[in-house]
Antibody, heavy 120, light 107 residues
Framework: EVQLVESGGGLVQPGGSLRLSCAVS????????MDWVRQAPGKGLEWVGR??????????EYAASVKGRFTISRDDSKNSLYLQMNSLKTEDTAVYYC???????????WGQGTLVTVSS | DIQMTQSPSTLSASVGDRVTITCRAS??????LAWYQQKPGKAPKLLIY???SLESGVPSRFSGSGSGTEFTLTISSLQPDDFATYYC?????????FGGGTKVEIK
């Protein structure tokens, strides 16, 4: 059974930092691109960014809204995906989902999400 | 960036109705389009990929069509479990983008 389990969410002040994790099981993690998608309260879905696999040198892509502030990384030995969020803004408040993506592929597996609240 | 525009934003329908949701891309995305269903408090669920391919395990009452810039999701006979919000998403180019969503409500 495929499982993606996010952790690390919580309350953080504006300007602060937070690191989210996503633990993956049920498929060969190292073969796949992995993504982060977020959803502000009562709003739609917004893609945050992607890390490609080892074959593609773990290169990354980011949405303009987070580029330079957020960093996506992965540890294939631990089947884990990470999202380092710095210089957080109130508009970063959202549920953050990890999802399995791919080249010309949809998000076919999703985690349950973790809530990040940026507030003073 | 490729803008994805869904219509309508809200749809009221009854059990048994045929429902159609439209998604338009601001430029051609070939067939690189997915549809997701999301229920409150839950993660999105993939329904359709490559515009018209049904994800494994998804009921056959769901279907997708279109290519280029215009796409549709059709539910042939709405069931109680189908009341949810639906999103389209393009994966032709970065940044990956979603439509604004269509909430299907009980009439």
């Amino acid at each position: 059974e495929v499982q993606l389990v996010e952790s690390g969410g919580g309350l953080v002040q504006p300007g602060g930092s937070l690191r989210l994790s996503c633990a993956v099981s049920g498929f060969t993690f190292s073969d796949h691109y992995m993504d982060w998608v977020r959803q502000a309260p009562g709003k739609g879905l917004e893609w945050v960014g992607r890390t490609r696999n080892k074959a593609k040198s773990y290169t990354t892509e980011y949405a303009a809204s987070v580029k330079g502030r957020f960093t996506i990384s992965r540890d294939d030995s631990k089947n884990s995906l990470y999202l380092q969020m710095n210089s957080l803004k109130t508009e970063d408040t959202a549920v953050y989902y990890c999802a399995r993506g791919g080249i010309y592929a949809p998000f076919d597996y999703w985690g349950q999400g973790t809530l990040v609240t940026v507030s003073s | 960036d490729i803008q994805m525009t869904q219509s309508p934003s809200t749809l009221s329908a009854s059990v048994g109705d045929r429902v159609t949701i439209t998604c338009r891309a601001s430029q051609s995305i070939s067939s690189w389009l997915a549809w997701y269903q999301q229920k409150p408090g839950k993660a999105p669920k993939l329904l359709i990929y490559k515009a018209s391919s049904l994800e494994s395990g998804v009921p056959s009452r769901f279907s997708g069509s279109g290519s280029g810039t215009e796409f549709t999701l059709t539910i042939s006979s709405l069931q109680p479990d189908d009341f949810a919000t639906y999103y389209c998403q393009q994966y032709n180019d970065y940044p990956l983008t979603f439509g604004g969503g269509t909430k299907v409500e009980i009439k």
